[in-house]
Each structure stands twice: as structure tokens, then as C-alpha cells.
């Protein structure tokens, strides 16, 4: 079993970039995939990005294509969302997220047996 935690959350203004950080407990981190994701109030949770077991292989929803980046520290058992020129519809609440096993990268929530409670992003305008 995983526990998932976030940090890095906060306000920025609309330009601005935010590094999100997930520390997962365990010695086995290094045989989940991780995801990012976010909900927005009213909206469906949707994946933000996702990286594979070794880092190899990454995902980006088209929304955040070239501003954002996956990354992940297996040694430290931690992943990151790096932000970049954040924008007002940015906001959200982001979550961490894992599934062990590796193959092809899945983006689909159900996949994912462990979560985190969520840090809050908000950009202003």
C-alpha cells in the first residue's frame, strides 16, 4: 500500500509557475506509475500528466502541453508537476495518484488504486 502526499499548492498570478511535489511512503514506489491530476469546482476530474515506472515514458493532457512537466525521483520516492505560464483556468485542486505495474501508461482514473488528499492551485488574473 501507498500513502500520497502533496505540497506546493498556493496562489500565483496568471503567468506565474509552482512546482508540485508528492512524497509517497513505502519502499516499493519505484514499481508504481504516478499521475497528476486535477478537479476544478463543477468540473470532472481530469488527468494533468502521468509518468511511467522507470520515467521513460510521460503523458500531458493537451491543456497543459509545453507548461508543464512530469518527473519523478525514485531514489526519493517523490514525483513533481512542474507549472509554467499558469493560467486563471489552471485552477484547481490537484491530486497525486498511483497504480503499480508497468506496460503502457494508463491516464484514466479507474486505474489508479491510491491517491492523495489534493493541494489547492489558484491563478489569478
Known amino acids: 500500500q501507498v500513502q500520497l502526499v502533496e505540497s506546493g499548492g498556493g496562489l500565483v498570478q496568471a503567468g506565474g509557475s509552482l512546482r508540485l511535489s508528492c512524497a509517497a511512503s513505502?519502499?516499493?514506489?519505484?514499481?508504481?506509475?504516478m499521475g497528476w491530476f486535477r478537479q476544478a469546482p463543477g468540473k470532472e476530474r481530469e488527468i494533468v500528466a502521468a509518468i511511467s515506472v522507470s520515467g521513460t515514458n510521460t503523458y500531458y493532457a493537451d491543456s497543459v502541453k509545453g507548461r508543464c512537466t512530469i518527473s519523478r525521483a525514485n531514489a526519493k520516492n517523490t514525483v513533481y508537476l512542474q507549472m509554467n505560464s499558469l493560467k486563471p483556468e489552471d485552477t484547481a485542486v490537484y491530486y497525486c495518484?498511483?497504480?503499480?505495474?508497468?506496460?503502457?501508461?494508463?491516464?484514466?482514473?479507474?486505474?489508479?488504486?491510491?491517491w492523495g488528499q489534493g493541494t489547492q492551485v489558484t491563478v489569478s488574473s
Open positions: 513505502g519502499r516499493t514506489f519505484s514499481t508504481y506509475a
Open positions: 495518484a498511483a497504480y503499480r505495474g508497468a506496460g503502457a501508461l494508463h491516464v484514466d482514473s479507474y486505474v489508479y488504486d491510491y
